[in-house]
């Protein structure tokens, strides 16, 4: 991922050494036996999970406003490597979120799909070996209606009910 919004990152590279990892590692590993690498492919780089979440009566509503570090040509965060630094609510999408938080993902994320015992999609980037698919199957947050976070004035007039949150 990108270290800092002056440096272009090519989305694809993620993909362009899958032959380094075992065919399907998803389908014949557990979750917590990842390695780091492994773990950091499942993510389909929807941008979803960069969204602002708001919990009305104990149910998380996503809203369309976004982290003001979400890149949304790429749906990348553009300062992945330093986003614990700068941004004090970014959550790590870790093993014991998404077994105790699903509900802050969207249902189309690989890691809460896989925690439900499900398969990867057909238009997930380890499955096509292409970054684009998640954008070529409107699975992403590119072209939808955001707003930055940091011009939001009530995250309640901001909720959203797109089918894939």
Same mark, same amino acid.
């Given at each position: 991922?990108?270290?800092?919004?002056?440096?272009?990152?090519?989305?694809? +590279? @993620?993909?362009?050494? !899958?032959?380094?990892?075992e065919?399907?590692?998803?389908?014949k590993?557990?979750?917590?036996?990842? +390695? &780091?690498?492994?773990?950091?492919?499942?993510c389909?780089?929807?941008?979803?999970?960069?969204?602002?979440? %708001?919990? %009305?009566?104990?149910?998380?509503?996503?809203?369309?406003?976004?982290?003001?570090?979400? /890149?949304?040509?790429?749906?990348?965060?553009?300062?992945?490597?330093h @986003?614990?630094? &700068?941004? /004090?609510?970014?959550?790590d %999408?870790? #093993? &014991?979120?998404? !077994? +105790?938080?699903?509900?802050?993902?969207?249902k189309?994320c690989?890691?809460? #799909?896989?925690?439900?015992?499900?398969?990867?999609p057909?238009? *997930?980037?380890l499955?096509?070996k292409?970054?684009?698919?998640? *954008?070529?199957?409107?699975?992403? #947050?590119?072209g @939808?209606? !955001? %707003?930055?976070?940091?011009?939001?004035? /009530?995250?309640?007039? *901001?909720i959203? /009910?797109?089918?894939d949150?």
């Amino acid at each position: 991922m990108n270290n800092w919004p002056d440096e272009k990152y090519d989305p694809q +590279s @993620r993909f362009d050494n !899958l032959d380094k990892f075992e065919p399907e590692f998803w389908k014949k590993k557990k979750l917590e036996d990842l +390695s &780091k690498d492994e773990w950091e492919l499942l993510c389909d780089g929807c941008g979803k999970c960069c969204l602002n979440k %708001i919990d %009305i009566r104990g149910k998380v509503c996503f809203t369309n406003a976004k982290c003001r570090f979400l /890149d949304e040509e790429t749906c990348l965060c553009q300062i992945y490597e330093h @986003r614990f630094e &700068k941004v /004090d609510d970014c959550r790590d %999408i870790d #093993l &014991k979120t998404v !077994l +105790s938080e699903p509900e802050i993902l969207p249902k189309t994320c690989a890691y809460r #799909l896989l925690a439900d015992g499900k398969d990867l999609p057909e238009w *997930h980037p380890l499955i096509t070996k292409k970054a684009s698919s998640i *954008h070529e199957s409107k699975q992403s #947050l590119k072209g @939808r209606k !955001l %707003i930055s976070e940091t011009e939001v004035r /009530d995250y309640e007039n *901001h909720i959203v /009910d797109w089918q894939d949150l």
